[in-house]
């Protein structure tokens, strides 16, 4: 069966420290994999993506993400987060003929001053 | 350049009701699925167009009805609603095939937020 795991529902971290987020995946063809993340009430903005090459994927503010295929993960980091990333993260996959996304649970980022 | 847009932003239905949601794809992309997001879920997938045709499918009973216009642009209906559709309604755009063929990723719009009472 296709699916993606995110383990953690919450994370609370203080601004500055830094940041991983999880995500497993289970999928039948060559993965393509993402991360989106959302503010309350909005919609989904991409913060970095992998279709193939390097494993470790920079993205946008700051974030990257590195895949592992032994481990079907494909994980979020950060080295310093500000308050500003408080949302919610997605990951998603997709592959094969299609462009349909299977999503994560989701985590919800919490920032402390 | 608009990214993808989507109508409206917010809608309270009663039970029974039908509902159609918009949905205008980023300029120049072909191809609009559609997402529901349950409180607290991640999105599901609904279906996808593509050349005026659905192509694919997710796991939705065919309340759940689509449409894709020569200009791309999309819609989304749902008949004899109950209180279980009240989620964030999502649409992407994107390139047919985008990631295989192009390795380009989907843009979402802001979503449609349907509350069903």
């Known amino acids: 069966a296709q699916s993606v795991t995110q383990p953690d529902i919450h994370i609370t971290v203080s601004e500055g420290a830094s940041l991983e987020l999880r995500c497993n995946y289970s999928?039948?063809?060559?993965?393509?994999l993402f991360w989106y993340v959302q503010s309350p009430g909005q919609g989904l903005q991409l913060l970095l993506k992998?279709?193939?090459?390097?494993?470790l994927v920079q993205g946008i503010k700051g974030f990257e993400a590195e895949f592992k295929r032994s481990q079907s993960s494909f994980n979020l980091r950060k080295p310093s987060v500000h308050w500003s990333d408080a949302a919610e993260y997605f990951c998603?996959?997709?592959?094969?003929?299609?462009?349909?996304?299977?999503f994560g649970t989701g985590t919800r980022l919490q920032v402390f001053p | 350049d608009a990214g993808v847009t989507q109508s409206p932003t917010h809608l309270i239905k009663t039970r029974g009701q039908q509902v159609t949601l918009r949905c205008s794809p980023k300029?120049?992309?072909?191809?609009v699925s559609w997402y529901q997001q349950a409180l607290g879920q991640g999105p599901q997938f609904i279906f996808q167009?593509?050349?005026?045709?659905?192509?694919q499918r997710g796991n939705f009973p065919d309340r759940f009805s689509g449409h894709q216009f020569p200009n791309y642009s999309s819609e989304l209906n749902v008949n004899a609603l109950l209180l279980g559709d009240s989620a964030l309604y999502l649409c992407?755009?994107?390139?047919?095939?985008?990631?295989?063929?192009?390795?380009?990723?989907?843009?979402f719009g802001q979503g449609t937020r349907l509350t069903v009472v």
């Open positions: 992407a755009s994107s390139f047919w095939l985008a990631f295989k063929r192009l390795n380009t990723e989907a843009f």
């Open positions: 999928y039948g063809a060559t993965p393509y």
């Open positions: 992998y279709f193939s090459g390097d494993t």
């Open positions: 998603a996959v997709g592959g094969g003929n299609t462009d349909k996304l299977i």
């Open positions: 300029s120049g992309h072909d191809t």
């Open positions: 167009y593509y050349e005026e045709e659905e192509r």
